[in-house]
Nanobody, 115 residues
Framework: QVQVVESGGGLVQPGGSLRLSCVAS????????MGWYRQAPGKQRELVAR???????NYADAVKGRFTISRDNVKNTVYLQMNSLKPEDTAVYYC?????????WGQGTQVTVSS
């Protein structure tokens, strides 16, 4: 069994920053890609950023230059540093991990950008 737990969400003013963390634990032989998705009210879940085991990353156009994804392969942890946050970044952010070719999701963490 694999557990995926996110943390770091919260309320922040426009222009502010937050750092999300996601830890995968349990029965893990190989941890492949790790990523972040988000879902705003009334919208479909969308990819925010993804990073491969080797460190190659890709981003949604809406967050390029503002968000940075990174990972620690020893700690089975992925991070999302979010800077210059905008109200349209408000959403529930979900961690997605590929463990031994199986996909697992976290429970989500709320990010609210508002003055």
């Amino acid at each position: 069994q694999v557990q995926v737990v996110e943390s770091g969400g919260g309320l922040v003013q426009p222009g502010g920053s937050l750092r999300l963390s996601c830890v995968a634990s349990g029965s893990i032989f190989s941890l492949y890609s790790m990523g972040w998705y988000r879902q705003a009210p009334g919208k479909q879940r969308e990819l925010v950023a993804r990073i491969s085991r080797g460190g190659n990353s890709n981003y949604a156009d809406a967050v390029k230059g503002r968000f940075t994804i990174s990972r620690d392969n020893v700690k089975n942890t992925v991070y999302l540093q979010m800077n210059s946050l905008k109200p349209e970044d408000t959403a529930v952010y979900y961690c997605n991990v590929n463990v031994d070719t199986q996909i697992y999701w976290g429970q989500g963490t709320q990010v609210t950008v508002s003055s």
